[in-house]
């Protein structure tokens, strides 16, 4: 990863934490806003995936940590009905960001550590199993995307159980949409 993708991803990392930690009325551009970021950084490693048995087993592996990260600060986020606007609101605090912080220096630290640390032993065993370098990075982005797609859908379902407003009316996004 070259300094660039630190950064990108370190300030993606805290704006989504910016905007999801404490109690906050989200409305649907702002839920989908980090999965349209991330899938357009994402376009970078996902239009060709790259091919092959152990490829593909890595790719669901990050497609796996996705799932279950996702689902653990899925679990730490509570959303509720403000009885006085009928609007969504969730309220998120520092367990939801120690899942996140988590899975952040996970792949920062294998990002780090492929170049530095364990780099003969990387590139040994992707030459043994064919395994492209850009399979890594196709992991994490997948990793990363279903995070935030699991997070956005579970918020906006469990807000729409619960008869809250999500601001449809309002969202950019929908009236492009239905143009």
């Known amino acids: ?19 999801q930690l404490g ?17 357009a950084i994402g376009f970078k490693y996902l239009h060709s995936l790259p091919s092959g048995t152990v490829s593909h087993l890595i790719e669901l592996a990050g497609l796996g940590a996705g799932v279950l990260f ?14 006085e606007t009928g609007r ?3 309220t998120a605090g520092w367990p939801y960001a120690a ?19 364990f780099h003969s032993a990387l590139v040994q065993f ?30 906006i379902h469990r807000a729409h159980k619960q008869g809250a407003d999500l601001a449809v009316s309002e969202s950019r996004l929908a009236r492009f949409i239905q143009a």
Do not use: Q
């Open 1 to 19: 990863m070259s300094t660039v993708d630190y950064i990108t991803y370190t300030a993606l990392f805290a704006s989504i934490l910016a905007t």
């Open 88 to 90: 969504a609101v969730t």
């Open 70 to 83: 996702g689902l653990a600060s899925v679990a730490l986020v509570k959303v509720g009905k403000d009885v």
């Open 126 to 155: 992707s030459a043994t199993n064919h395994v492209a370098a850009a399979t890594y990075g196709t992991a994490f982005v997948l990793m990363v995307l279903t995070m935030i797609i699991i997070r956005t859908v579970s918020v």
């Open 99 to 117: 899942v996140w912080t988590i899975a952040l220096a996970a792949r920062m630290a294998f990002a780090y550590g492929s170049t530095h640390w």
């Open 23 to 39: 109690r906050r009325t989200p409305t649907l551009d702002r839920l989908l806003l980090p999965v349209l970021i991330v899938g």
